[in-house]
């Protein structure tokens, strides 16, 4: 699989688990991967891997975001984009 299409991956699973509580993290992958069952095991945890490490980092991505975002906070902006500068960040 291409790394784009792993990217692809990462930001649909990290927009869903906007939508949830971190806890729900597990839950929401196994969710995203059963409707998905082409991709293989080893994708699916390297997926899994750098979508976890980007939430366990968020409090700093978001801290970075905001640095950088003049006159807009993070709930100004939009959940799809605010995944994808989430995502800028791996």
Do not use: P
Request: aromatic share 8%.
């Amino acid at each position: 699989m291409k790394r784009s299409e792993v990217r692809e991956h990462i930001f649909r699973i990290l927009f869903c688990v906007e939508f949830c509580e971190k806890e729900e993290f597990e839950d929401q992958v196994e969710l995203y991967f059963h409707g998905h069952e082409s991709i293989n095991e080893k994708t699916q945890k390297e997926i899994t891997a750098k979508t976890e490490n980007l939430i366990e980092h968020l409090d700093e991505i978001d801290e970075e975001i905001s640095a950088h975002t003049n006159a807009w906070n993070l709930e100004r902006l939009g959940k799809a984009e605010l995944s994808i500068l989430r995502l800028g960040n791996i």
